[in-house]
């Protein structure tokens, strides 16, 4: 018997909604994930990390199936949201979106709420962006070059911000030092935007910051940018040459963003994340949007290799840590 028009719409309608469900969830063991799921960042909203947070959010709620609620807990450079993570349920739905503090803290706090080598199970490598070298337009050196011979000529008497004490951009400045044999004093600010402001006005000599945050003011003319702290040229910035490039070798110095859960979660819901989140960094129009940011997404991350990237950043930055003398209490 020939089916009426409407019963054929109504069947066709769900054969088109069973084939749009995404492949990972419906795959996921013990129906992984059945409910909500919350993307804890340790920054506030506004910044870089929040506007990736919400884009990779968005995607993974389209991959999941599931709604992903980011949940900003800002503080103690990300030490808050790392504790709060630590001690949440082992069960998938509590997820960290995690940044180079997460490496770098346990070498430059004496205390910590957490164990960041125990206390957390890495799911994948995200996205990373190279931190650039940037000095004033209107400044008395507009090459790498030219800044290391100001510097060495006034040792200790220039300075450089950053976006706060053991930050990635303090960071990325100390081992810059440290590998051109200069010296500079240290002002930290509570965060990257007024540390911009000051070195616009001419109070600083240079500074480090990613491209994305840096391009309205390079745009504007009031930035210039010297060097790119990777190991190749920027695609945002190919006309920008390494420091290596430039005669100093092992200036390397990038933010990044991984997805971790707490230790104890289970394999099996660890794995299914790991195919949600790189079905989620693969999406072309979240591509599109991070390459205008000047972030390039990791699609092939496993558990190890992003376990194996933590344990490496924390070796990398323990001699400059150590150079330099950074030390923070809380």
């Not at 995404?22 to 993307?39: C, D, F, N, V």
């Amino acid at each position: 018997m020939k089916k009426p028009l409407w019963l054929s719409a109504i069947l066709l309608y769900s054969a088109l909604v069973c084939a749009v469900q995404p492949a990972a969830a419906q795959g996921a063991p013990g129906g992984y994930p059945a409910k909500p799921i919350r993307l804890v960042i340790p920054f506030a909203p506004g910044g870089p990390t929040d506007l990736f947070a919400r884009l990779f959010a968005e995607r993974l709620t389209a991959v999941a199936g599931q709604q992903v609620v980011v949940e900003n807990r800002a503080g103690a450079a990300g030490n808050i949201a790392y504790a709060s993570v630590a001690k949440s349920p082992a069960d998938g739905y509590t997820l960290l979106l995690g940044t180079t503090g997460l490496a770098t803290n346990p070498l430059i706090y004496k205390s910590l709420a957490y164990d960041a080598a125990k206390d957390f199970q890495p799911v994948a490598l995200l996205a990373m962006a190279p931190l650039v070298l940037l000095v004033p337009a209107q400044g008395s050196s507009d090459t790498v070059a030219s800044l290391v011979a100001q510097l060495k000529a006034n040792p200790g008497k220039l300075s450089y911000p950053s976006g706060g004490s053991g930050t990635s951009t303090h960071l990325a400045a100390e081992m810059f030092k440290l590998k051109a044999g200069v010296d500079a004093i240290h002002v930290p600010y509570r965060g990257s935007g007024p540390a911009f402001l000051d070195t616009l006005a001419g109070r600083h000599a240079f500074m480090f910051d990613t491209i994305g945050a840096s391009r309205p003011h390079v745009a504007a003319g009031k930035l210039n940018v010297v060097a790119v702290a990777g190991a190749k040229r920027a695609p945002a910035a190919p006309g920008v040459p390494t420091f290596a490039e430039l005669g100093i070798e092992g200036v390397q110095a990038f933010t990044w963003n991984m997805l971790l859960v707490p230790a104890a979660t289970p394999r099996a819901v660890v794995e299914s994340l790991n195919r949600l989140a790189n079905a989620a960094v693969s999406n072309t129009a979240l591509a599109n949007r991070t390459a205008e940011l000047a972030i390039d997404l990791v699609t092939d991350s496993t558990p190890e290799s992003a376990a194996a990237f933590l344990a490496g950043e924390t070796r990398r930055w323990t001699d400059v840590v150590k150079a330099s003398g950074i030390k923070v209490d809380e």
